[in-house]
T-cell receptor
């Protein structure tokens, strides 16, 4: 099973709201990733967690706050977002051959 | 540092025709190379991967890719296109310990009846 799940599938939030995105995998992978994807563009890396520790932060604004509660879960906490943050947010986990398995994504709209 | 160039942002083929999507890479370390497919409003699905074993890699849905070090290429092919192959395809490379993927800009494949 190479499934990564993400909830919610769609999210609409105002600029003053606080919300969270959730990602889960049960493949025993120890590296997990958050990506942001705008229309007609490739995914852009935001964060990397390795063994539940934040390893890479690609200079992401502090209104995005990642959290890795355990080896299977990855959260992305959102606060005071801007309309330009509207995008598809993808979670992935890495297998032993360096391949990444992606979840279906959360379509975020900031109003 | 790694980079990926996908030649052709749009490729159009007829159903049953050969599919060829081009990918050239640059890497300062031996690369791991991947092809992903993305259907509208979905995540990325791994088609195939090259990890320094066989240079001809077979993937899902009848796709395959050949790693050519001398040409720094990893082109994706399928002998006979199907309507369900219409999607966006991304080539990606990694060579870092954290597995950071560098993607190409993507190629949108259109399949005509």
């Amino acid at each position: 099973d190479t499934e990564v799940t993400q909830t919610p599938k769609h999210l609409v939030m105002g600029m003053t709201n606080k919300k969270s995105l959730k990602c889960e995998q049960h493949m025993g992978h120890r590296a997990m990733y958050w990506y942001k994807q705008k229309a007609k563009k490739p995914p852009e890396l935001m964060f990397v967690y390795s063994y539940e520790k934040l390893s890479i932060n690609e200079s992401v604004p502090s209104r995005f706050s990642p959290e890795c509660p355990n080896s299977s879960l990855l959260n992305l906490h959102l606060h005071a977002l801007q309309p330009e943050d509207s995008a598809l947010y993808l979670c992935a986990s890495r297998g032993q051959g360096y391949e990444q398995y992606f979840g279906p994504g959360t379509r975020l709209t900031v109003t | 540092a790694q980079s990926v160039t996908q030649l052709g942002s749009h490729v159009s083929v007829s159903e049953g025709a050969l599919v060829l999507l081009r990918c050239n890479y640059s890497s300062s370390v031996p690369p791991y190379l991947f092809w992903y497919v993305q259907y509208p409003n979905q995540g990325l699905q791994l088609l195939l991967k090259y990890t320094s074993a066989a240079t001809l890699v077979k993937g899902i849905n009848g796709f395959e890719a050949e790693f050519k070090k001398s040409e720094t290429s990893f082109h994706l092919t399928k002998p006979s296109a199907h309507m369900s192959d219409a999607a966006e395809y991304f080539c990606a490379v990694t060579g870092t310990s954290y597995g950071k993927l560098t993607f190409g800009q993507g190629t949108i494949l259109t399949v005509h009846p």
